[in-house]
């Protein structure tokens, strides 16, 4: 009976031929997180559900309403991972890394799972690639984890992307400005729409993302929190700015960037695109100088941020695949010849050539067919061990060669692509 089974909503599959692009990205990313001394990190998929709720914070839309969180057989509640921060400050402390020179800097690609509703961009598997730079309170941290991003951005020609970056102060200075900023919308709370009005208590910042078109009206004459920056707070995101100008990094101030996430203080930043639409951020992040102690570890800063690989690949469209290098296929002409081929086609990937040989016990005539769909530029056609031809795909052409050469000389790609210019 056909079943009618499909990936389950907000999932997708990553066919071959999207998967080439993915690991493209993947590729850059690593290059350059590699070259500025990050090093790669694997934490599971699912946690404990209690380190999200205190890491994220109770108050988000993620944890209030987009985990997947479900009771193991010891009936131990588990999540899984929605974002990857609050699972290496985990590791952090779990492993000791504030013995290790400071601060110790992470990256990490794979999937993430947040339970909202699907549309162009917003997926309920995602994968993210992020850095964490743990154990510092210098804004020089903050400006080279910006330059990064906007760095790989610009690498991966993600286009049309702008920099938005803010300050929400140190969690005392937070503090005394959130209440101030609950008591300019409570006076407004008549105006405001349920979803924002309730909020007044639990997280008033969210009020400077509401879409209503009132709520928007009255966040225009609200207290900012960068206009309320003071002391070591201010000196900070001005030392922060200072090293994005010296770097050639434009932004602009905005004064009510929040993102969704509790741990943020000081820095905060939004890398948005025009090509996404309503979802708009390709990636951000910011600095988490209390995760690390509220998680039950030592005192210390640290800030980091992380992209959407299905962000970037919205952004950019098509333009990400990559053209294939010249691929060989082993044909052979007779049964003894294709059973050497094999081995041939072996030895030529060992060198380097990608090459692939017949898997179906097809004639000669089914080979070569085979090889011209699967894109093969050379067929390399054996007769018997010592003689056979070259044959150029595109072309027609072809020379006879004896391949007891290939298997003899250091160098079978160079021997191969010389006998290719004859052809
Ligand atoms: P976030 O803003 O929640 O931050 O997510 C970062 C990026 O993940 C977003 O900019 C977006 O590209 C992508 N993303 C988030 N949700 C979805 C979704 N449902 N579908 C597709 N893409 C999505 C964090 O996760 C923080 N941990 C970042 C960070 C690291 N802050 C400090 N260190």
Same mark, same amino acid.
């Not at 009771?71 to 400050?89: M, N, Q, V, Y």
């Not at 760095?151 to 993600?158: A, I, Y």
């Not at 434009?250 to 820095?267: A, E, I, K, M, Q």
């Given at each position: 009976?056909?079943?009618?089974?499909?990936?389950?909503?907000?999932?997708?599959?990553?066919?071959?031929?999207?998967?080439?692009?993915?690991?493209?990205?993947?590729?850059?990313?690593?290059?350059?997180?590699?070259?500025?001394g990050?090093?790669?990190?694997?934490?599971?998929?699912?946690?404990y559900? @209690?380190?999200f709720?205190?890491g994220?914070?109770?108050?988000? @839309?993620?944890v209030?309403?987009?985990?997947?969180?479900?009771?193991?057989?010891?009936?131990?509640?588990?999540?899984?991972?929605?974002?990857?921060?609050?699972?290496?400050?985990?590791?952090?402390?779990?492993?000791?890394?504030?013995?290790?020179?400071?601060?110790?800097?992470?990256?990490?690609?794979?999937?993430?799972?947040?339970?909202?509703?699907?549309?162009?961009?917003?997926?309920?598997?995602?994968?993210?690639?992020?850095?964490?730079?743990?154990?510092?309170?210098?804004?020089?941290?903050?400006?080279?984890?910006?330059? *990064?991003?906007?760095?790989?951005?610009?690498?991966? @020609?993600?286009?049309?992307?702008a920099?938005?970056?803010?300050?929400?102060?140190?969690?005392?200075?937070?503090?005394?400005?959130?209440?101030?900023?609950?008591?300019?919308?409570?006076k407004?709370?008549?105006?405001?729409?349920?979803?924002?009005?309730?909020?007044?208590?639990?997280?008033?910042?969210?009020?400077?993302?509401?879409?209503?078109p009132r709520?928007?009206?009255?966040?225009?004459?609200?207290?900012?929190m960068?206009?309320?920056?003071?002391?070591?707070?201010?000196?900070?995101?001005?030392?922060?700015?200072?090293?994005?100008?010296?770097?050639?990094?434009?932004?602009?101030?905005?004064?009510?960037?929040?993102?969704?996430?509790?741990?943020?203080?000081?820095?905060?930043?939004s890398?948005?695109?025009?090509?996404?639409?309503?979802?708009?951020?390709?990636?951000?992040?910011?600095?988490?100088?209390?995760?690390?102690?509220?998680l039950?570890?030592?005192?210390?800063?640290?800030?980091?941020?992380a992209?959407?690989?299905?962000?970037?690949?919205?952004?950019?469209?098509?333009?990400v695949?990559?053209?294939?290098?010249?691929?060989?296929?082993?044909?052979?002409?007779?049964?003894?010849?294709?059973?050497?081929?094999?081995?041939?086609?072996?030895?030529?990937?060992?060198?380097?050539?990608?090459?692939?040989?017949d898997?179906?016990?097809?004639?000669?005539?089914?080979?070569?067919?085979?090889?011209?769909?699967?894109?093969?530029?050379?067929?390399?056609?054996?007769n018997?061990?010592?003689?056979?031809?070259?044959?150029?795909?595109?072309?027609?052409?072809?020379?006879?060669?004896d391949?007891?050469?290939? *298997?003899?000389?250091?160098?079978?790609?160079?021997?191969?692509?010389?006998?290719?210019?004859?052809?």
């Amino acid at each position: 009976v056909a079943s009618k089974f499909q990936a389950p909503r907000g999932t997708f599959d990553v066919l071959p031929a999207e998967s080439q692009a993915r690991g493209q990205i993947q590729a850059i990313a690593s290059r350059l997180l590699d070259s500025a001394g990050y090093e790669r990190i694997e934490t599971p998929a699912f946690e404990y559900t @209690d380190l999200f709720e205190r890491g994220v914070g109770r108050s988000t @839309d993620i944890v209030r309403k987009e985990m997947f969180t479900f009771d193991d057989k010891g009936k131990r509640s588990l999540t899984l991972r929605p974002e990857g921060t609050a699972p290496i400050c985990r590791a952090y402390i779990e492993h000791g890394m504030h013995k290790l020179a400071q601060p110790v800097k992470l990256y990490y690609t794979g999937p993430f799972f947040r339970h909202e509703r699907p549309q162009s961009g917003r997926h309920r598997q995602f994968h993210q690639i992020g850095i964490e730079a743990i154990g510092t309170d210098s804004p020089a941290a903050d400006a080279e984890a910006i330059v *990064l991003l906007d760095r790989l951005l610009k690498d991966l @020609d993600v286009p049309g992307v702008a920099l938005k970056i803010g300050s929400l102060g140190s969690p005392d200075a937070r503090h005394v400005y959130v209440k101030r900023l609950a008591e300019y919308l409570r006076k407004w709370e008549a105006d405001l729409p349920d979803g924002v009005s309730e909020r007044i208590d639990l997280n008033p910042l969210r009020a400077f993302d509401s879409k209503d078109p009132r709520t928007k009206e009255i966040m225009a004459g609200a207290p900012t929190m960068i206009a309320a920056l003071e002391g070591e707070d201010a000196e900070h995101f001005d030392a922060v700015c200072a090293h994005l100008d010296i770097s050639g990094v434009s932004f602009t101030v905005d004064p009510t960037l929040v993102r969704g996430l509790d741990y943020y203080s000081r820095t905060t930043f939004s890398f948005v695109c025009e090509e996404l639409g309503a979802v708009s951020e390709v990636g951000g992040g910011g600095r988490y100088d209390g995760l690390v102690e509220q998680l039950g570890g030592p005192s210390v800063g640290a800030v980091g941020w992380a992209v959407g690989v299905e962000r970037i690949l919205l952004a950019k469209g098509e333009s990400v695949s990559q053209p294939k290098g010249d691929l060989y296929f082993v044909a052979g002409t007779n049964r003894d010849a294709r059973q050497i081929a094999p081995a041939v086609a072996d030895w030529l990937r060992w060198a380097g050539a990608a090459t692939e040989s017949d898997l179906a016990e097809r004639g000669l005539r089914g080979q070569l067919k085979h090889a011209n769909r699967i894109g093969a530029k050379w067929a390399l056609i054996l007769n018997e061990w010592t003689a056979g031809e070259l044959r150029n795909m595109e072309t027609g052409g072809q020379i006879e060669v004896d391949a007891t050469e290939l *298997l003899q000389t250091g160098d079978p790609v160079g021997l191969l692509r010389e006998w290719g210019q004859e052809t």
